[in-house]
C-alpha cells in the first residue's frame, strides 16, 4: 500500500490491484467492525484498479516487526493488543458475518496499525462468502492455522512461514516444539525486555504461546474455532495488563 491525500486534504492508504477488485470492496463494504480495515471507495483504471482506505499511520505489523530498528515499537503490550483485536475481527467474520467470511491471507503483512496502534485487518483479496457448511469448516480452521503463525510471530519477532511452498519455518516447528513441552519463555523476542518468567506478564505470554500452538495443530479438528481463541487472548489481556498497567500506561 501507499500512501495519498484526497481532495479534501484527508490522509488515505491506496492499494494497488492487479485485477478487478469490485468483489473485495463490496465485501469491505458490508463489514462493519473496529479491527477491520475501513474501505472508502474504490477507483478504476484500464489495466488496473485501487481500493482506497482510511489512513493507518504506523503502516504494516510486518514493517515493524521484521525491522531491528523499529521493533521496540511494538513493545509486549502492543503485541498482546494486537494479537486479541485480530481474532476478534476473525471470530466477527467466521461468526457473525453472514454468509461467513474467510480472510484466507491473515498474516502481519496484511495487519495494519492505525495512529492508537490498534489493528486493522486488511488484505481482503483471496477473502470468500462461504455458504457450503462442509467447506467453511475446512476455510475456517485455515485461517485459525495462519492465525497461529501470526502469533507465534508476534513472540518469536521471527517468519513463522515459508510463503513460497506455504508451510511453518523451521523455527516455528522449533517454537511450537518448545511451547508444547512447557519451555514457551524460550521463543520470545530477546530484542524487547523479556519480563521475568515468575512476573503475571510473562505467564500471560506464555498462555499466548500455548493458543498460538494449539491453532497450528496438525489436524484441522484438534485446532480451536476463532472465538475460542479470541476467548484466551482476552484472558491473556487480562492477565497481562493486570501487571503492566501498575508500571505503564496501557497503549491505545
Partial sequence: MFRGV???????LIQRCMRSCEKEFELLSRIKHSNVASVLGVCYDISESFLIF???????????LFDDDKCSALSWERRVKVATQVARALGYLHTFAEPCVVHRSVSSINVYLDGSWNAKLAGFGSALS?????QELKLKAEDVYRVGVFILELLMG???????????????????????????????DRRLEVPCERERSARALLKMAEIGAWCMKDKPEDRPNMMEVAAVLAQVETIFFGQSKRHSKRPG
Fill in 130 to 134: 462461504v455458504r457450503s457448511r462442509s
Fill in 158 to 188: 521471527q517468519s513463522a512461514l515459508n510463503a513460497e511452498e506455504d508451510q511453518p519455518t523451521v523455527v516455528a516447528r522449533w517454537a511450537v516444539h518448545v511451547i508444547d513441552t512447557g519451555s514457551g519463555y524460550e521463543i520470545l
Fill in 6 to 12: 484526497l481532495p479534501n486534504q484527508q490522509l488515505v
Fill in 54 to 64: 482510511k489512513d493507518m499511520c504506523h503502516s504494516s505489523v510486518f514493517s515493524h
